[in-house]
């Protein structure tokens, strides 16, 4: 009867080692990684503060989140861009400056920065469209520039080189082209006018 008490306490101990090996804690650095956004932000920061003139100290960082873009500019190519379609993986990075949103696309590793947000209020080529179509409407109606008044700018994106107002003996190049829709009045009446992105072409709706 004596021999059962040895197998007894070898098969506790044995079941005591076992459940001190299984309770190993996990390893933390292998739960939760996303990719270090750090230097994708750092980027942003640099590039806006280049573009904008002004000192990294006066970007604001809002957010920063991973992205998947359609192409290799970020989904920010311009219309004579080539852009590779696959799926390049980055970071969108939202910015703060004097009041102003700005999106920001990086790359994974910030080597590639684009900046999507619509520019600052009262930017120069609103105001050089404006002033284009002043001087236009000035010319073709024969009054005072104080009698033209700018009611709004809005960029806009032409379908030909007439900017949407060629006349039908016209050749008009069908390419898209930049530019601004301003609307003016002059002694009530309303006018649309289409100005290209340079000011230089301006053309104005029936």
């Not at 076992?18 to 996990?26: D, H, I, N, V």
């Not at 001087?135 to 024969?142: A, H, I, K």
């Not at 009045?185 to 301006?202: K, N, P, R």
């Amino acid at each position: 009867m004596s021999t059962k008490k040895p197998s007894v306490a070898i098969l506790l101990l044995l079941i005591i080692f076992m459940t001190a090996c299984g309770s190993a804690p996990a390893n933390p650095d292998s739960a939760g990684e996303e990719g270090n956004s750090e230097p994708a932000t750092a980027a942003a920061v640099t590039h806006l503060a280049h573009e904008l003139g002004v000192s990294e100290d006066e970007i604001e960082v809002v957010s920063t989140n991973p992205a998947e873009f359609t192409d290799s500019c970020l989904g920010l190519g311009g219309p004579t861009e080539s852009c590779l379609q696959a799926i390049t993986p980055g970071w969108i990075v939202m910015l703060s400056a004097a009041g102003t949103g700005y999106e920001v696309h990086t790359d994974e590793t910030g080597e590639q920065v684009r900046i999507a947000a619509a520019e600052p209020e009262g930017d120069s080529g609103a105001d050089t469209a404006a002033a284009a179509a002043q001087e236009f409407l000035v010319g073709e109606l024969g009054v005072a520039l104080g009698d033209v008044q700018i009611v709004s700018s809005e960029p806009t994106e032409f379908s030909d080189s007439c900017l949407g107002l060629g006349g039908p003996a016209e050749s008009c190049a069908q390419v898209i082209t930049p530019g601004w829709i301003v609307m003016a009045e002059v002694a009530g009446e309303s006018y649309e006018v289409h100005v290209d992105e340079t000011g230089q072409q301006v053309r104005v709706a029936e």
